[in-house]
């Protein structure tokens, strides 16, 4: 594996490069970075050049200016211009959560660099019949936050999701490397509650577009998710709108940190059908 950083307007984005073969790039969500995708992306990297990296703002990631400044499509382009510093052809892309919200966005407006899309789990919901109810949670959030702190609008983000008060698998802690990549993962929850949880939860998906797409687009679902969580009804939703349904991946909303060897061997088997 080795580490590299790439200048963006705005920002220095931090990412990691493992393997050969076709360009896999992993898009974290929320407050993840890069080390979320690690166990995944040692299992992949015998097939694939498989780049991960920590979204601006985020741990390794420095970025310049407000935090008001960020978009979806912003970065949305982070990840383009991480695409054409790997790879001048086209790549597949694994976006997770948050990260799969900014996948389609690239595939919406720059539909020749990705071949297929893997979105798990996408929490799109202004898709849903009652988008108007997670809109207005989405800005109760930020202003909780702005009021009563991270915690308090954490708390309310887990519970009004469905998460209760738990929320998606965090990596194991049992040895210090892990340790450290928790905190540092930790860090970022402050700048997901304060700013991009209505940036995220807020956006719609230019349907048209991804539907006229050359790429092909597979909306993930954990099979341990459940209807009472928002990013399951999103999934069953985006899939359907886009003519199929859902494929199901090994664990829930993290099933990638939670149960790697499975999840890295139905995103392989995914990725191999471009080819059938």
Not at 30 to 46: C, N, S, T, V, Y
Not at 234 to 254: K, Y
Request: hydrophobic share 35%; proline share 7%.
């Amino acid at each position: 594996m080795k580490t590299e950083t790439l200048q963006v307007p705005g920002a220095s984005l931090y990412y990691e490069v493992r393997g050969s073969g076709p360009v896999l790039l992993m898009i974290p969500g929320g407050p993840m970075d890069a080390d979320g995708f690690k166990g995944i992306a040692e299992r992949l990297a015998d097939t694939y050049t498989v780049v991960t990296y920590d979204c601006r703002g985020n741990s390794r990631s420095a970025m310049q200016g407000s935090p008001d400044d960020l978009t979806v499509g912003l970065f949305a382009d982070d990840a383009r211009r991480l695409l054409d510093a790997v790879s001048a052809g086209q790549a597949d892309v694994l976006g997770s959560s948050g990260g799969g919200t900014y996948g389609l966005d690239l595939v919406a407006r720059y539909p020749d660099r990705v071949r297929t899309l893997v979105a798990h789990e996408p929490p799109v919901s202004e898709l849903l019949p009652d988008a108007a109810r997670y809109h207005a949670l989405n800005e109760q959030i930020a202003e909780t936050y702005r009021s009563d702190g991270t915690f308090a609008a954490m708390q309310m983000f887990m519970q009004g999701v469905g998460f209760g008060n738990g929320g998606p698998p965090r990596p194991s802690e049992q040895d210090p490397e892990a340790a450290t990549a928790a905190a540092r993962m930790g860090a970022n929850v402050e700048l997901f509650a304060g700013r991009l949880i209505p940036v995220i939860g807020n956006y719609e998906p230019d349907l048209a577009a991804l539907q006229r797409s050359s790429t092909r687009i597979v909306v993930g679902v954990g099979d341990e998710s459940t209807p009472e969580q928002m990013v399951y009804r999103t999934a069953h939703e985006l899939a359907e709108r886009l003519g199929g349904q859902p494929v199901q991946f090994p664990g829930g909303h993290g099933g990638f940190g939670s149960h790697p060897d499975g999840f890295a061997a139905t995103l392989r088997e995914v990725l191999a059908e471009k080819t059938a």
